[in-house]
């Protein structure tokens, strides 16, 4: 199902909404998150509402799709330290129940085993948040990942680095591999929210409408999810055809 508005404002207004709903519904939902510029409006949208109408987070946990290896959780890059910074801070979920993948771990593969061991443990995801690359990659799942992978260690694309340079001083310093949720972990989600704006997002998206299931293109892989949602700004929508425009609601 797509979800088309005018304004980015509008777009995470309702993303905030579809969370809280979640929350209210389900207290001890199991939330999927992600990082991004496109969930920073998101995320303050969510704040604001619950400093208007309080909710009870005590039983709420949380996992986040990504984290680059190399960078601490104090690394003001690290997606830790953005989650922190734009979330977790001024919430009051218990630290326990959040969780993110560990960019120091020393031994990353039994680490990312125990991640997607710990989201089947709490029953999968309830809901899973999700942002696009403009290569398609969820998560950071780029190009080519298999379908039913599980969480596991990524070298990230030539394009990811670039697109993601603009968070660092340096292109140079943008890390070269990371850790994410498999694209399986991500489909196991009871359900899915894939948020895309501005016109960076326009083409991925119009590709995406486009494209078969096919692993090449990895956001693909939710056209399979029985419970998808598209929300999109007039920007990301830019290319969308008619049909498309014309189903969303
Ligand atoms: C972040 C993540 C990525 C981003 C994507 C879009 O946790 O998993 O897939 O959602 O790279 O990033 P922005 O929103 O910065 O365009």
């Not at 909710?55 to 986040?64: A, G």
């Not at 560990?102 to 809901?127: F, K, R």
């Amino acid at each position: 199902m797509y979800k088309i508005f005018d304004t980015v404002d509008e777009v995470s207004r309702y993303t905030a909404q579809r969370l809280l709903a979640k929350i209210k519904a389900a207290p001890t939902a199991v939330l999927g998150l992600a990082t991004g510029s496109t969930m920073e409006p998101v995320y303050a949208q969510m704040l604001k509402d619950i400093q208007q109408a309080p909710v009870d987070l005590s039983k709420l946990t949380t996992f986040n799709l990504d984290e680059y290896i190399g960078l601490s959780a104090q690394h003001p890059q690290s997606y830790n330290y953005y989650m922190y910074q734009h979330l977790f801070n001024q919430l009051n979920i218990p630290a326990r129940n959040v969780h993110l993948p560990d960019g120091l771990a020393s031994d990353v593969e039994t680490a990312c085993q125990a991640y997607s061991n710990a989201i089947e443990a709490m029953g999968g995801l309830d809901l899973q948040l999700l942002g696009i690359g403009s290569n398609g990659h969820i998560g950071f799942n780029e190009p080519q990942t298999c379908f039913n992978s599980r969480t596991h260690i990524v070298e990230l694309s030539e394009q990811t680095r670039i697109d993601n340079g603009r968070f660092f001083d340096d292109q140079n310093e943008v890390p070269t591999h990371a850790i994410t949720m498999g694209i399986q972990d991500i489909l196991n989600a009871k359900e899915i929210i894939l948020v895309a704006t501005g016109s960076n997002k326009t083409e991925i998206m119009a590709q995406l409408f486009a494209s078969a299931i096919d692993e090449a293109l990895p956001a693909s892989a939710l056209k399979q999810h029985k419970n998808l949602t598209i929300v999109l700004d007039r920007e990301a929508a830019a290319l969308l055809p008619e049909q498309a425009l014309k189903s969303a609601v």
